[in-house]
């Protein structure tokens, strides 16, 4: 499985963006998949995930209410709107999936916000 992420960018707080994640892989609609991030000095963590059919969904407390993950199947992408971004929701955001046991990552897209 192959992940490429994109959408990120620099933005001021209060400001919006959204995410992309294109899955190359005959298996997507298989697949739950996870937004991840990690800033400097940081652990990598989850921030939000999405089940195979979309239906269920779950966000880290920091983000609730702010951002939504959703897919769409037919593209094989996931997306992430981050809205009311601030400071501390800087980071490299990734997207991740598991196969078979094995985990994927993207590359990750670089998100600033500034004060």
């Known amino acids: 499985v192959r992940l490429q992420a994109s959408g990120g960018g620099l933005v001021q707080a209060g400001d919006s963006l959204r995410l992309s994640c294109l899955a190359s892989?005959?298996?997507?609609?298989?697949?739950?998949l996870g937004w991840f991030r990690q800033a400097p000095g940081k652990e990598r963590e989850m921030v939000a995930a999405?089940?195979?059919?979309?239906?269920?969904?779950y966000y880290t407390a920091s983000v609730k209410g702010r951002f939504t993950i959703s897919r769409d199947n037919a593209k094989n992408t996931v997306y992430l709107r981050m809205n009311s971004l601030q400071p501390e929701d800087t980071a490299i955001y990734y997207c991740?999936?598991?196969?078979?046991?094995?985990?994927?990552w993207g590359k990750g897209t670089q998100v600033t916000v500034s004060s």
């Open positions: 991740n999936t598991v196969l078979r046991g094995v985990n994927y």
């Open positions: 892989t005959r298996s997507f609609t298989d697949l739950s």
């Open positions: 999405i089940s195979r059919s979309g239906g269920g969904t």
